[in-house]
């Protein structure tokens, strides 16, 4: 019959080459790596249906790169999406709009939560910090040179001293019930050390967020 001379273990082969043909047409990974999944699968096929008995050593090397390139492929999608991302993650991440899916997830490995119910001093002026901190909600009470003011909203506080290596320039208080997140400077400057494109985004952030506080006239920020 047309159908069986048409569908013939030897078709797959062919399907493969022209999937992984078409893999290497395109310059994004995630496209690319996709197709050559899918040339992949038919390589498998091909091997188990080739002879009598199934190419078994064909089939477990074949079934490695499988595995590996479908592994890569989950990867680039959490790189490049939100997905999984719990509610406070997600709203932060739109908070850090020069920052990749993929970079934030980076540092939200060593970042900690807090909510406390009592007021927090997280920097002392002059004293050196060893955390960087960003405030999701609530309010903030900061003292600079004998002058004291309030700030709501999302805010970076100690990225001065992160930045330039210097003490705290505020002593800024959280209040009861404010949600903010903190990385460890150490820990934070090692993670970025390694990273040239999230060292500048970290950098496009503060300079962003250095500007809001300039324009709501928030002082000199910590």
């Known amino acids: 019959m047309i159908w069986d001379q048409v569908f013939t273990a030897g078709m797959f ?38 002879s009598s008995e199934p190419l078994w050593n064909a089939i477990f090397a074949s079934a490695v790169i499988f595995i590996v390139n479908g592994l890569l492929i989950c990867m680039i999608i959490l790189e490049r999406t939100t997905f999984a991302m719990g509610p406070d993650d997600a709203r932060l991440y739109r908070a850090f709009r020069t920052l990749t899916p993929g970079q934030f997830r980076k540092i939200m490995r060593i970042a900690t939560w807090h909510q406390k119910d009592q007021p927090t001093v997280i920097t002392t002026e002059g004293e050196d910090c060893d955390n960087l901190y960003y405030s999701m909600s609530g309010k903030l009470k900061i003292s600079k040179r004998n002058r004291k003011f309030m700030a709501t909203g999302n805010m970076f506080v100690g990225e001065i001293g992160f930045m ?29 050390g390694k990273s040239r494109l999230l ?10 967020d250095l500007a809001m506080k300039v324009s709501e006239s928030f002082g000199e920020p910590d």
């Open 164 to 192: 330039m290596n210097t003490p705290a320039s505020a002593t800024v208080t959280v209040l009861p019930d404010t949600k903010y997140v903190s990385w460890n400077i150490h820990d934070m400057k090692k993670l970025i």
């Open 199 to 208: 060292q500048d985004g970290l950098q496009a952030l503060f300079n962003y």
């Open 13 to 50: 082969v062919y399907l493969a080459l022209l999937f992984h043909t078409m893999g290497f047409l395109f310059r994004d990974e995630l496209l690319l790596r996709s197709w050559l999944l899918i040339g992949t699968f038919f390589y498998l096929v091909y091997y188990y249906y080739i």
